[in-house]
T-cell receptor
Framework: GDSVTQMEGPVTLSEEAFLTINCTYTATGYPSLFWYVQYPGEGLQLLLKATKADDKGSNKGFEATYRKETTSFHLEKGSVQVSDSAVYFCALTNPNFGNEKLTFGTGTRLTIIP | DSGVTQTPKHLITATGQRVTLRCSPRSGDLSVYWYQQSLDQGLQFLIQYYNGEERAKGNILERFSAQQFPDLHSELNLSSLELGDSALYFC??????????FGPGTRLTVT
C-alpha cells in the first residue's frame, strides 16, 4: 500500500537557519502530496500541497517540489523563525486509485532557538 | 480557523464506557474523515463518509462506529473503552480527493 517516510526528528535549529525536512513516498501512479503543521495543543493545518509532478507548493516562506523521479517532497524554508516551532507531517492521498484518505509520515518535531 | 468544529475538546471516562465525538464539517464539504493520533501509532485513518454514506474504512476497531447525518455533521461512537483508546481524535472535511481541513480534535482519556 501507499506509505510516507519522513526524516526522524527532533530537529533543532537557530533562528534564521535554513530548514530541510526530507520526505519520500511509495505509491502507485501520481498521488497528491501535502505538508501539514501541528502547533502545540492544536489540530493539523494544511501548509502546502502539490498535485502533479514538478509542481511546487509554497506558503508562509515554506516550499516543497513534487519530484516523481526521486519520489520525494522535501520541505524547505530559507530562514526559520521561532514561531515555526511545531511538528511537521508529510502526507499523501491517491484519489485516482480510490484512496482519498491521508497517509501520513511519522512527523518531524522542529524547535527553533532564538 | 479551519471551519471544522469538534466537540467536546476533552473527554475523560472510565474503561468499559461509551462516548460520542461530534464533528461539523466546513460549509460545502461533503466528505468527513476521522483520524486517531496516538504516540505509538501516529496518525491513523479510521473512516470516511461522503454525503451520508460510508466511503472508506481504515484501521477502525469493531467497537468503534461512525455515521454522517443529513446535515452532514458526523459522530464517532467509541464503546467498551480500553486504556489503549486514549488518544487525540481528529475530524477533517474536504471535497473528495482534495486537501482536507482538520478540526481542533477531541482528547480522550480513558482511566
Amino acid at each position: 500500500g501507499d506509505s510516507v517516510t519522513q526524516m526522524e526528528g527532533p530537529v533543532t535549529l537557530s533562528e534564521e537557519a535554513f530548514l530541510t525536512i526530507n520526505c519520500t513516498y511509495t505509491a502507485t501512479g501520481y498521488p497528491s502530496l501535502f505538508w501539514y503543521v501541528q502547533y502545540p495543543g492544536e489540530g493539523l493545518q494544511l501548509l502546502l500541497k502539490a498535485t502533479k509532478a514538478d509542481d511546487k507548493g509554497s506558503n508562509k516562506g515554506f516550499e516543497a517540489t513534487y519530484r516523481k523521479e526521486t519520489t520525494s517532497f522535501h520541505l524547505e524554508k530559507g530562514s526559520v523563525q521561532v514561531s515555526d516551532s511545531a511538528v511537521y507531517f508529510c502526507a499523501l492521498t491517491n484519489p485516482n486509485f480510490g484512496n482519498e484518505k491521508l497517509t501520513f509520515g511519522t512527523g518531524t518535531r522542529l524547535t527553533i532557538i532564538p | 480557523d479551519s471551519g471544522v468544529t469538534q466537540t467536546p475538546k476533552h473527554l475523560i471516562t472510565a474503561t468499559g464506557q461509551r462516548v460520542t465525538l461530534r464533528c461539523s464539517p466546513r460549509s460545502g464539504d461533503l466528505s468527513v474523515y476521522w483520524y486517531q493520533q496516538s504516540l505509538d501509532q501516529g496518525l491513523q485513518f479510521l473512516i470516511q463518509y461522503y454525503n451520508g454514506e460510508e466511503r472508506a474504512k481504515g484501521n477502525i476497531l469493531e467497537r468503534f462506529s461512525a455515521q454522517q447525518f443529513p446535515d452532514l455533521h458526523s459522530e464517532l461512537n467509541l464503546s467498551s473503552l480500553e486504556l489503549g483508546d486514549s488518544a487525540l481524535y481528529f475530524c477533517a472535511s474536504g471535497l473528495a480527493g482534495n486537501e482536507q481541513y482538520f478540526g481542533p480534535g477531541t482528547r480522550l482519556t480513558v482511566t
